[in-house]
Each structure stands twice: as structure tokens, then as C-alpha cells.
């Protein structure tokens, strides 16, 4: 019942558009759907004209987004919201959209999304690497995209700076260009154990687990003392559904190094798993 939920991801855009965007995609989200159609209608940019679309549900909501996917076939914008607007209508092609979306242009947050759609039997989002590296000072200051660019470039200065970066990058659904920096950060340090977790933990992608998987069991034998290896191998497991060996792995990870920050996040998800059981 209702509209289909709209997606629109701007990263860390903070430009007068973006602000508006959001602004509209709230009224939206909120049932608005009038006021939040004017505000797409100010702009011509392909994420307003498929708010726009998706504000005048359901009339001619699938016709507008379907010319659009036939006019920007490889926007991933068009084609996940294509495929819900699909999915609400109850019309065939909503998985084909989502597809779509995910292969076009999977560096985004939009294929991220998509790999929900597709994969709901896994936990929504994709595991982002935990590192113990510290956050540097002086962020609050500093818009988001000023932020992104301070940790771009620390990652030219080391393996710790590549980690943070990387990570920034996951949470915004950056994940191929994760991968590419923590491959880069594994690359220069052989026997950093972070930096070879950070590069398995990556590679993980719904439709193909074992390619993360894959990795990560034998850093068990090659870092047999670090919680790093167990503790991602838990969360890579929670993240598959397989909660009796995630435990295993989390509490291993609690043994290893007993006094570390990694035990004690494992510590955190052990009692929301025994939290969750209870209840």
C-alpha cells in the first residue's frame, strides 16, 4: 500500500541542490508527495527527475521512470528505483532493474541497495572493516566532503592512512574503491594482519561470498595470534545468516586478545546475540 519507498543517495554532497534534494526526498518519506514533487520539479538533474516521477504515484510513475531507463540505461538511480516502482505496481522486471542497477555501476550506494533487494536473506548493507587505527583529531570542523578529501589524502602517507580511508569509503558505498585501497594498503604491508583482513573483508559481495570468504580462513594460520582475522570472520558469517559459527568465531576473538578493541566489539555482538535469543 502507499508509494514505493524512493532511494536518492548523495554522498557527501553539500551543494544547494543536494540540500534540496534531501530536503524533498524527507517530504516524501514523510507521505508529502505534493510538496516534495515541487521541490524536484526546481531541477533538471536525473536524481530530481526521478523524485519527481516517483512523487506522482502511481500516475505515470513506471511510463516516466521506464523512458528514463531507456534514455540513462546504465544510471543506476534509474534502474533501482525503476524496479521498485516496478515491484509496488506488482509488474514483471522489478529483479531485471535491480540488476540492472548493480551491474551498471556497482561503486555506489545504489548498488549496495540493489544487492538488498536481490539477496534479502542476508543482513541489509554489506560489513564495513573495523580498523584500531585512531580517528585523527580536527574532523568536526570540517564539512563531510572536506573530510573525504583530508582522508584521501592520508592515504597517500601509509598502510593506517589507507584503513581510514578505505573505511570512509565503505560507509558511503564506495566499495570497489574500498577494495582498490585496502588491496593497495595489503599490497605494501605483507604482514600487516589489518591490512590483509581490510583487503578480504572488502571483497565481500552477496552474489558471491566465497570471494571474501575465500581470504579470510587462511589468515586464521598466517595471523593465528590476531583478533582481527576472528573477529571479521564472525562478522562476515552474522552478516550470511550463519549465526551459530559467527559466535564461535566472535568468542575466539575475544580469547586472542582478550584486552583489545576488537574483543570488546566482539563482546558487544555476543551479548546482542544472546540479548536477541532471549528474546
Known sequence: SGAPPLTLEL?????????????????????????????????????AKVGRALSAWPEGTVDRLNRLAGLHPQRAVVQLNLGLALFWARLAGAEDAWRAAAESEPDTPYAVAAGNLLHPEYAPGLPVFVTTVPIPNGRDSLSPADQLERLRLGAGAGVAGKLLYGVALQRLGRQRSAQRVFAAAARAEPANAEAQVAAAVARYDKARPAESFSRLGPLTRRFPGRATVRFHLGLLLLWSGEVAEARTQLLRATTTEPRSVLARQARRYLDELDAAEAG
Open 11 to 47: 554522498g557527501v554532497r553539500g551543494d544547494d541542490e543536494a540540500l534540496a534534494l534531501r530536503r524533498a526526498a524527507a517530504l516524501y518519506a514523510d507521505g508529502k508527495r505534493l510538496e516534495a514533487g515541487r521541490t524536484f520539479a526546481r531541477f533538471r538533474s536525473l536524481e
